[in-house]
């Protein structure tokens, strides 16, 4: 596709459960970022890979919340024992890595996530 | 310390009227990009608008330009002859080092409603 593409675009899940939302970047990019943004709020860094470089991680906001990017392309977040403060909206991007330039991230249409 | 702060968490403007969005940032690396984003209600972020720390001249594009201050460390997002569709919330963002890929720094974002 042309796009960032996100799925699924919405989850439900129990207290307790693990969850894993994914996310397929843009075709060449090699930037990938992970946001989460609660209702109403800004975006909230989670967790960037670019490249082969070692992610960034230090959004993460617990050892329940992981990450993973497979063949420089598709990543998954992955939560494990959900509580229900993780209900939000996660949003991913990706970029080109320029050494000059913009390099804009493009973002996807988000997961929103509710734990019940 | 907030690396992006925007100071005006909502506001309206009558259409047809110029609007400004503050957007102040903290850094101490010479090279940095600036960047703006629309979200929206529903959900997508579209991106507006970028500024590099060494560019001589504000960006423009279309009905949107940036009243970059380097001195005050603050860029500014002008929309020039609102329209009902600029509704939206509006969030700064800004990338340090040199890297494209390196990580994007969200405010908290401005409301803005525009009145017919």
């Known amino acids: 596709g042309a796009g960032v593409s996100q799925s699924p675009s919405n989850k439900v899940t129990e207290k307790g459960k693990d969850v894993e939302l994914r996310c397929d970047p843009i075709?060449?990019?090699?930037?990938l970022y992970w946001y989460r943004q609660s209702l109403g709020q800004g975006l909230e860094f989670l967790i960037y890979?670019?490249?082969?470089?070692?992610?960034?991680k230090s959004g993460l906001p617990s050892d329940r919340f992981s990450a993973e990017r497979t063949g420089g392309s598709v990543s998954t977040l992955t939560i494990q024992r959900t509580q229900q403060e993780d209900s939000a909206v996660y949003l991913c991007?990706?970029?080109?890595?320029?050494?000059?330039?913009?390099?804009?991230?493009?973002f996807g249409q988000g997961t929103r996530l509710t734990v019940v | 310390a907030q690396k992006i702060t925007q100071t005006q968490p909502g506001m309206f403007v009558q259409e047809k009227e110029a609007v400004t969005l503050d957007c102040t940032y903290d850094?101490?690396?010479?090279?940095?990009?600036l960047f703006w984003y629309k979200q929206p209600s529903s959900g997508e972020m579209i991106f507006l608008i970028y500024?590099?720390?060494?560019?001589?001249q504000n960006a423009t594009e279309g009905r949107y330009s940036l009243n970059f201050q380097k001195a005050r460390k603050s860029a500014n997002l002008v929309i020039s002859a609102s329209q009902l569709g600029d509704s939206a919330m509006y969030f700064c963002a800004m990338r340090e080092g040199r890297a494209a890929g390196n990580k994007l720094t969200f405010g908290g974002g401005t409301r803005v409603l525009v009145k017919p």
């Open positions: 850094t101490s690396d010479p090279s940095y990009g």
């Open positions: 890979f670019q490249g082969n470089s070692a992610p960034d």
């Open positions: 991007a990706s970029s080109l890595a320029l050494v000059r330039g913009r390099g804009e991230a493009f």
């Open positions: 500024q590099g720390s060494y560019d001589q």
């Open positions: 075709s060449g990019h090699t930037a």
